[in-house]
């Protein structure tokens, strides 16, 4: 305990390779330890590991701003690492006029627009899964449907060119390595990203998006006036930033949850319709993105306990969406559950603003899962990719046991 604040200091690091591997036991140790905790090798953070106070903290955004960054870095004192994001790392007035360009453009009609065509695709890549793994009695779930589908449907609605889109996954790992320590999962990123960057910058200018894409409608909207010419690109940039990795993994996290959870996968093959809440619920019970920062703009406090201005509060996602205080029985993946309230997508006014089509995209693989295979085994070793931010896999061998 540290007598000055009263606050319980864990000689926790939540950055640590074996943390990031499995943070599990560190979420149940910072959240009995209190509403609020601070982590001994991290003087400027206090963490919240609980449902109630990540919540809170998420749901007041004139107190715990994003604009000085949603990563460890305080951008008030240390210069962004990259130009900062227009709406990730911004609060009002900005936010609401990029927020308001970026939620009409992945709207529910959008949603219901590029549906037919976003699950012709998840029936064709199912279909080779099929076929592969007949061929080889196995296949790497993250190469052959998860890297592959987001890369073509979200990148296609975006209007991006084909070739070179796995530029765009060097960068993702890079820009949610950003928001952790500089240790060396993030150097090493930085490394592998640093010849790409001009690319993925190159693709955001107008000349490149194709008419009609998500990202020529960003340009449409700042012709129109609702932002300037130059917010364009940096907005086209989020897309590039949050639209991959994200989904990515959370359909590499939704097997690896099915895979554990045979009598789970049961039902879902017995009834194919509960593919939307089986994707809900495994990004309650494996949150893709675990973590993300806000820092407090005035001196205030969480859970009655006194917070100095500006100090990064560390807000535990994936914690809090095991928060046995929340959920019953919370790390059961239970596909009968109805998870609403879960911190996955954040929460508030800066929730997910794509998680319609995260949504869609999850409903849509495992819909086409089911419809063909009835067991899922998991068939060796699967390999993490260790990221500051994100959980994510490089490998996931599963065998389908076919209908
Ligand atoms: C952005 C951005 C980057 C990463 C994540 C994100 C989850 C947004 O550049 O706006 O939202």
């Not at 209007?159 to 765009?168: A, F, K, S, V």
């Not at 952790?180 to 640093?194: A, I, L």
């Not at 895979?259 to 017995?270: M, T, V």
């Not at 996955?344 to 998680?355: I, K, W």
Request: net charge negative; glycine share 6%; charged share 20%.
């Amino acid at each position: 305990m540290n007598e000055n604040s009263g606050i319980p200091v864990l000689d926790v690091d939540p950055y640590s390779a074996e943390n990031l591997t499995d943070p599990y036991p560190m979420h149940a140790l910072m959240r009995s330890a209190g509403p609020v905790v601070r982590l001994k090798d991290y003087p400027t953070v206090v963490a919240c590991a609980r449902h109630q106070e990540t919540h809170a903290v998420f749901n007041d955004a004139q107190t715990f701003i994003s604009g000085a960054g949603v990563g460890l870095a305080n951008f008030n004192i240390e210069k962004p690492f990259r130009p900062r994001s227009l709406i990730l790392e911004a609060d009002a007035p900005l936010h609401t006029a990029t927020r308001a360009v970026l939620s009409r453009i992945m709207s529910p009609k959008t949603v219901m627009q590029i549906r037919a065509s976003f699950a012709q695709e998840a029936e064709r890549l199912l279909d080779k899964a099929l076929e592969l793994n007949a061929a080889n009695g196995s296949i790497d779930w993250m190469a052959v449907v998860a890297n592959p589908f987001p890369l073509k449907v979200f990148a296609d609605s975006i209007g991006i060119q084909e070739e070179g889109r796995e530029n765009l996954l060097l960068y993702g790992d890079m820009v949610f390595n950003s928001m952790g320590p500089q240790n060396e999962v993030f150097t090493k990123s930085v490394e592998r990203v640093v010849p790409v960057t001009q690319w993925i910058m190159d693709q955001c200018d107008r000349s490149k998006l194709r008419p009609g894409g998500f990202g020529d409608l960003i340009w449409q909207a700042a012709e129109a006036g609702e932002i300037s010419m130059e917010q364009a690109p940096m907005l086209v940039r989020s897309l590039l930033s949050a639209g991959l990795d994200t989904t990515i993994n959370s359909l590499g996290n939704a097997i690896y949850a099915l895979g554990h959870h045979p009598q789970e996968y049961a039902r879902l093959h017995s009834d194919p319709s509960l593919a939307r809440p089986a994707f809900e619920e495994a990004l309650r019970w494996e949150s893709t993105v675990q973590t993300f920062f806000r820092t407090a703009n005035r001196d205030c406090e969480i859970a009655g306990v006194p917070i100095a201005a500006q100090t990064k509060v560390l807000c535990m996602l994936a914690s809090a969406n095991r928060d046995p205080d929340k959920w019953p029985d919370a790390d059961t993946y239970d596909i009968g559950r109805r998870p609403s309230g879960h911190m996955a997508f954040g929460s508030g006014l800066h929730g997910c603003v794509g998680q319609a089509i995260a949504r869609l995209e999850g409903e849509l693989i495992l819909t086409a899962l089911a419809k063909r295979v009835k067991g899922i085994e998991f068939a060796g070793p699967h390999t993490r990719r260790l990221n500051n931010t994100l959980r994510a896999f490089d490998t996931l061998p599963v065998r389908l046991i076919p209908a």
